[in-house]
């Protein structure tokens, strides 16, 4: 298996445009997360999904960050309008149960 | 309160120094434990589980202390490949099961020749 796949790897874009982060999760999985991380506040767990249903979004930042899981393969993580404080890096992670999360490589998001 | 806390470090120690690492966690409920290693610029892995009875992997040895809500992470006999950032993990385990996994902001450890 490949891992958890993550696109882009690099995002640059301007404040208020439009981010779409994606996310294809180890086959099998059916936990997928979305994770934030910076300097200041560390990695920061936004939502999470179990069979595809969105089941805890209570670290999601505002309504301008949406979140979706429309098969089992495939999960975006949405940003609408950008503002230079979105800029950090996002990872997707996928998983069975505990322990072990498995993270893909993460997208570096720039918003200037 | 953050729900994990780490010192974030940096630990700079020599090579074959032994190194320790505390995290605490402010949920008496929460179930399981992990350490995860990030390197720089990577994504985070788990390094190992923490059992309340403790548990070694090699130079890696955990420990659980629930009357005091913290975890341990022991590195012995260090080497230049320990350099990385570790996460403290908390899984709070609400009824109902498998619930999220909480990451401490990690501690960064540089080991130096």
């Known amino acids: 298996d490949a891992g958890v796949i993550q696109s882009p790897r690099h995002e640059v874009t301007e404040m208020g445009q439009e981010v779409t982060l994606r996310c294809k999760p180890i086959s099998g999985h059916d936990y997928l997360f979305w994770y934030r991380q910076t300097m200041m506040r560390g990695l920061e767990l936004l939502i999470y999904?179990?069979?595809?249903?969105?089941?805890?979004d209570s670290g999601m930042p505002e309504d301008r960050f949406s979140a979706k899981m429309p098969n089992a393969s495939f999960s975006t993580l949405k940003i609408q309008p950008s503002e230079p404080r979105d800029s950090a890096v996002y990872f997707c992670?996928?998983?069975?149960?505990?322990?072990?999360?498995?993270f893909g490589q993460g997208t570096r998001l720039t918003v200037v | 309160r953050k729900e994990v806390e780490q010192d974030p470090g940096p630990f700079n120690v020599p090579e074959g120094a032994t190194v320790a690492f505390n995290c605490t966690y402010s949920n008496s409920a929460s179930q399981s434990f992990f350490w995860y290693r990030q390197d720089c610029r990577k994504e985070p892995k788990l390094l190992m589980s923490v059992y309340s009875s403790g548990n070694e992997d090699g130079r890696f040895t955990a420990q659980l202390n629930r009357a005091s809500q913290y975890i341990s992470l022991l590195i012995r006999d260090s080497k230049l490949s320990d350099s990385a950032t570790y996460l403290c993990?908390?899984?709070?385990?609400?009824?109902?099961?498998?619930?999220?996994?909480?990451f401490g902001a990690g501690t960064r450890l540089a080991v130096h020749p």
């Open positions: 992670a996928s998983s069975l149960g505990p322990p072990e999360a498995f």
């Open positions: 993990v908390v899984n709070p385990m609400f009824s109902g099961g498998y619930n999220k996994l909480i």
């Open positions: 999904f179990n069979n595809n249903v969105p089941i805890d």
